[in-house]
């Protein structure tokens, strides 16, 4: 057996080869099937290439050898079915493209059925690796990452330089982001369905180096992000889980929320057994919500609804180990879009966060004084506490109040269980709807099931400046102390607490056996 149908079998031994679709519980080992296309590294593999992707019809597969790849163009395809790109492993098949003069590394666009496995691709222009509109998408054991400012990756290097580690806590990384040379997003499936991304990692990207957005039915685990921006972002998603991960040296290291203007708002997010370290490398984003990043955060979730956060390690984060915030407090940032789309809840509810370890989190936040968009949050966040720095927990303290003069919309995708609207491209509404989280009769909000609940399960290091929680905006909850958790407990305030969220269960693509 060689080298690429050994990393093969070990990496799909969780999954059956059915030809189509699987469940994620179904389990057996495949055979491999010799590729339709075989690209050698060499002087010819960047046209080899091209002409593998201009040819590949459904159900095709296209490998490429171990070694080091030069390619001077975008790879891509479209409205092609059941494709696999395949390498011998993210450490043995490296794909650059610091002499393509523009575009993405790997494009995808309008397929069902595609599984990218066991590939770097270094210094793409844009995008490292990019799927969008596609329907079972699997992403396992690939690499995105550009050249740091002190080496750049090439064919005599690249074995050792796409290796990089991020250093504990206080040291200084050997690595740091190229902010000219890097491209915005690392692995890139959006608009989606359907979607597993595994055992994978990318390092230096300007927005996200781990994203997926505008999607439902996702599973993200076993990855690692570092030196990006944001390290993991699930933006605009339904059903998606995302654990075993490891965010660290980012300026943030994992983000679930929800931004205007998009063609829906997502729900239903589930944060277990990552580690989120050290994410406090300056924000050096190139345009877009991002800038507004303030380094040091940990975890942050804004504007999404029902999101489960437990059992991560979250530890070394200078601003915040976890912040959840609402478009309200971007808007007194100056930021104003998602307080003006009526479509979307602009307030986080059914936030759940329990059994989390959280360690020496909110002792530095920096206004970095370079006149960054950065500055302008983090200078909000320290004025709105009164100077008192970070903390493990931060939440903005906004909350919404009932407008009892706004009916449900009649013109409207559907209705969840809980009430809520679920707006599909559907024409704006009139006014904001939100009666659904307050009881009709006494109008105030209905709670556990639209709160967010802290529980006191979780672990705090004590031994340090920063306080274990910090609301931003105290007036608003009828007295309540700033650092005053106790509200959010819903086991010991209402008797209860928030149920679990289903596991997201997506139907695996698998080629042909």
């Not at 492993?89 to 599984?115: H, M, R, Y």
């Not at 200078?379 to 009892?404: E, K, R, T, Y």
């Not at 009769?441 to 400046?465: G, S, Y």
Request: charged share 20%.
């Amino acid at each position: 057996m060689n080298r690429f149908i050994s990393a093969l079998v070990a990496g799909t031994a969780a999954l059956t080869l059915t030809g189509c679709f699987g469940s994620s519980s179904d389990v057996s080992v495949p055979d491999v099937p010799e590729p339709d296309f075989f690209i050698a590294a060499g002087p010819s593999a960047s046209a080899e290439a091209a002409q593998a992707f201009d040819e590949i019809q459904n159900n095709q597969i296209i490998e490429f050898g171990c070694g080091w790849f030069e390619i001077n163009t975008d790879l891509a395809f479209s409205d092609i079915n059941g494709v696999t790109i395949r390498g011998c492993g993210k450490d043995e098949t490296v794909l650059s493209f610091a002499d393509s003069p523009s575009g993405n590394g790997i494009l995808v666009q309008n397929a069902e059925g595609i599984l990218i496995q066991g590939i770097t691709v270094v210094d793409t222009p844009d995008d490292g690796i990019r799927v969008e509109n596609s329907d079972g998408v699997t992403m396992r054991d690939v690499r995105s990452i550009w050249s740091g400012l002190q080496e750049t990756i090439t064919a005599d290097n690249y074995t050792t330089a796409i290796q990089v580690d991020c250093p504990a806590y206080g040291e200084t990384p050997v690595y740091e982001t190229d902010p000219v040379g890097s491209g915005k997003y690392g692995l890139y499936p959006t608009d989606s369905r359907n979607v597993l991304m595994e055992d994978s990692e990318s390092i230096g990207a300007w927005d996200a180096g781990i994203y997926i957005g505008q999607s439902e039915d996702i599973i993200l685990r076993n990855n690692r992000a570092a030196f990006n921006v944001a390290g993991i972002e699930i933006e605009n998603t339904n059903r998606a889980d995302a654990y075993n991960n490891i965010s660290e040296c980012n300026t943030a290291g994992l983000m679930v929320f929800n931004l205007p203007g998009r063609p829906f708002y997502g729900d239903q997010v589930r944060v277990f057994d990552n580690v989120l370290r050290n994410n406090n490398t300056q924000n050096f984003a190139e345009s877009g919500f991002i800038t507004l990043l303030p380094r040091g955060i940990g975890l942050m979730v804004m504007a999404l609804d029902q999101v489960e956060v437990r059992n991560n390690t979250i530890e070394g984060n200078d601003a915040v180990g976890t912040i959840v915030i609402s478009h309200e407090l971007l808007a007194a940032a100056g930021e104003t879009a998602g307080m003006n789309d009526l479509q979307l809840n602009p307030w986080p509810d059914a936030l759940h966060i329990f059994d989390n370890i959280y360690n020496n989190n909110g002792d530095d936040p920096v206004i970095e004084g370079d006149g960054r968009d950065s500055d302008i949050l983090m200078g909000l966040i320290i004025d709105l506490n009164d100077d008192q720095g970070g903390a493990h927990i931060i939440w903005d303290g906004f909350i919404d109040v009932l407008d009892s003069d706004c009916d449900a919309p009649t013109e409207v995708d559907s209705f969840d269980e809980r009430g809520k609207p679920q707006y599909r491209n559907d024409p704006d509404p009139a006014c904001r709807f939100n009666a659904y989280k307050f009881d009709e009769t006494t109008e105030e909000r209905i709670k556990p099931d639209f709160w967010i609940c802290v529980e006191d399960n979780n672990t705090f290091d004590t031994a340090q400046d920063a306080p274990v929680f910090l609301n931003l905006n105290s007036s608003q909850q009828q007295g309540a102390a700033d650092n005053d958790a106790s509200p959010h407990d819903c086991a010991t305030e209402f008797g209860g607490t928030l149920p679990l969220l289903p596991a997201a269960d997506p139907a695996y693509f698998v080629p042909n056996s």
